[in-house]
């Protein structure tokens, strides 16, 4: 089956360059008319500039393809909301949002200002949570959309001198999450891919060997499954190299220890039981943890 994107509208956040710029270009070559947003700052995010988007735009229409530039802040929701209506006015749709822009503020914790941890938290967190807003109508009304969320193997894993980032790239999965259950009576999948790039926020983090094979494009073929129509919803897709893997949030089958005075010692006794992944479930809710500690409970009185 032909990954194609023929008839689709598809906005890409953060694509005046690095793995944004790709995204949009192989969505274009693929038939999608694409809004290329970038507030064309630098990887700190100070600065703007369209300049960046524009570019890009010129590229995907010199090799034949339908696009539009946007210079919006991801973090101003009103910006947002006119980028989507930009696309809806121009294309009469919006049918794929891949939320890609992000800046780094790396600092070890301890000499972290909290003001850069609340930037980056808006940019990735709240960027992401407004274009979803604003797209999630148009997506309902029409009865489908694809959205891509980008995380990060720092906020699945955990990274030093990250916290900012990490917490905002795993709270994207946790929108992911929700998202994918609301969507998916209006056939709209949600997904999240976890990309290992060598980008402008890559670059002095890695040897030059090393950055060499990290080229964005082989991260693009995982955002085009996610974003197509034939997309799972709810997948943590991870890429790089031309690697493909994915990442589970699982819940372990756990033990009932009930009520007591010593459940405390138990539990630190008897730690490694309560952890073993040994037929662990991939929750489909929230709710899973809640039957299973209940389940468990009213077997034990049973």
């Known amino acids: 089956m032909a990954i194609e994107f023929k008839g689709r509208v598809a906005i890409v956040t953060g694509a005046g360059g690095g793995l944004g710029r790709q995204h949009a270009l192989e969505l274009a070559a693929r038939g999608a008319k694409v809004l290329v947003n970038d507030l064309g700052s630098g990887v700190h995010g100070e600065g703007g500039s369209v300049s960046p988007a524009q570019a890009v735009v010129d590229e995907i229409r010199a090799a034949g393809g339908e696009a539009l530039a946007n210079g919006a802040s991801v973090t101003d929701f009103a910006a947002v909301q006119a980028m989507?209506?930009?696309?809806?006015?121009?294309?009469?749709r919006v049918d794929i949002l891949v939320n890609n822009a992000g800046i780094l503020r790396d600092k070890s914790f301890a000499k972290m200002d909290m003001a850069d941890f609340r930037l980056v938290m808006d940019v990735h967190l709240m960027g992401a949570a407004h274009c979803c807003k604003a797209v999630w109508p148009h997506m309902v009304a029409q009865g489908y959309g694809r959205i891509v969320m980008t995380t990060s193997s720092t906020g699945l894993y955990g990274n030093f001198g990250q916290a900012n980032y990490g917490a905002a790239k795993l709270a994207q999965v946790g929108l992911m999450q929700t998202l994918a259950i609301e969507?998916?009576?209006?056939?709209?999948?949600?997904?999240?891919?976890?990309?290992?790039?060598a980008t402008r926020m890559t670059e002095g983090?890695?040897?030059?060997?090393?950055?060499?094979?990290?080229k964005p494009e082989a991260v693009v073929p995982a955002m085009l499954?996610?974003?197509?129509?034939?997309a799972p919803t709810r997948t943590i897709l991870c890429a790089g190299a031309g690697?493909?893997?994915a990442a589970h949030i699982t819940l372990t089958q756990g033990i009932h220890l009930g009520l007591g005075a010593d459940v405390p010692e138990q539990l630190a006794a008897r730690l490694a039981e309560a952890t073993d992944r040994t037929g662990?479930?991939?929750?489909?809710?929230?709710?899973?943890?809640?039957?299973?500690?209940?389940?468990?409970?009213?077997?034990?009185?049973?």
């Open 205 to 214: 983090l890695m040897p030059e060997e090393v950055l060499a094979v990290l």
């Open 183 to 197: 969507g998916a009576k209006h056939h709209i999948h949600v997904n999240a891919l976890a990309p290992t790039a």
């Open 243 to 245: 690697t493909f893997e």
């Open 84 to 92: 989507v209506q930009q696309a809806i006015d121009a294309w009469g």
């Open 280 to 302: 662990e479930q991939i929750p489909q809710s929230g709710a899973a943890q809640g039957s299973n500690e209940v389940g468990k409970a009213l077997a034990a009185r049973a």
């Open 225 to 230: 499954v996610l974003a197509h129509e034939s």
